[in-house]
């Protein structure tokens, strides 16, 4: 039986609010980043901007966006691709899920 969009995000998400390496600013992060990718239909690599995930996730804080944002990245969650062309968003891929 082929699992749903919406059951495979919950339970990436289930399993991410059980890590006790994470925090508030982190599961925004990933709550913002797994919204995006629901809207997109994809389950492995979404498209993002700043932004749309400070706008998403309410950090408003550059600082705080960034450095909760790299340790999901150096906790193994995510892969940040930047694009520094202005006509291609950045993408970020989830591992392990």
Do not use: C
Not at 7 to 32: E, Q
Not at 33 to 55: F, G, W
Request: no cysteine; hydrophobic share 35%; charged share 20%.
């Amino acid at each position: 039986m082929e699992t749903s969009s919406a059951d495979h995000w919950l339970t990436f998400l289930k399993k991410a609010s059980k890590d006790a390496r994470l925090n508030v600013w982190h599961l925004s992060l990933l709550l913002s980043l797994v919204q995006l990718a629901y809207l997109q239909k994809e389950n492995k690599i979404v498209h993002v901007s700043r932004s749309k995930l400070i706008e998403l996730s309410h950090i408003y804080t550059l600082t705080t966006y960034h450095r909760y944002f790299k340790q999901l990245q150096d906790l193994g969650y995510i892969k940040y691709s930047p694009s520094y062309h202005p006509g291609y968003r950045s993408t970020v891929e989830f591992l392990n899920i």
